[in-house]
Nanobody
Framework: QLQLVESGGGSVQFGGSLRLSCYGPGFTLAYWAIGWFRQAPGKEREVVSCISSSSDNTYYTDSVKGRFTISRDNAKNTVYLQMNSLKPEDTAVYYC????????????????????WGQGTQVTVSS
């Protein structure tokens, strides 16, 4: 089964930065909107951000606005999530997911909107 591949997770201190990457071997991500999700221990998975295929539309959950930036390089078949000013509450497993449409779903739409997922990468922020 085709699967996305996340990388770039790790452990950082409060206020640190990480850049996550989502690569699509076997996919042409350029045609699809890509979302980033996260799941903290004991919590449900939540959407963090989404970017349309042409990068003309992005959105972020309120808790990361102004700190996280989603971007994509379609020539490299890769989507990025730059995470700055990290907080302990950002600790989670981060997943990328591909929506087989060029636009992002409405904010708050369910995971069913996304057809392909990665295995996730752990981000741990210590205080």
């Amino acid at each position: 089964q085709l699967q996305l591949v996340e990388s770039g997770g790790g452990s950082v201190q409060f206020g640190g930065s990480l850049r996550l990457s989502c690569y699509g071997p076997g996919f042409t991500l350029a045609y699809w909107a890509i979302g980033w999700f996260r799941q903290a221990p004991g919590k449900e998975r939540e959407v963090v951000s989404c970017i349309s295929s042409s990068s003309d539309n992005t959105y972020y959950t309120d808790s990361v606005k102004g700190r996280f930036t989603i971007s994509r390089d379609n020539a490299k078949n890769t989507v990025y999530l730059q995470m700055n000013s990290l907080k302990p509450e950002d600790t989670a497993v981060y997943y990328c997911a591909a929506r087989t449409r060029n636009s992002c779903p409405r904010m708050g739409a369910g995971e069913y909107e996304y057809g392909y997922w990665g295995q996730g990468t752990q981000v741990t922020v210590s205080s």
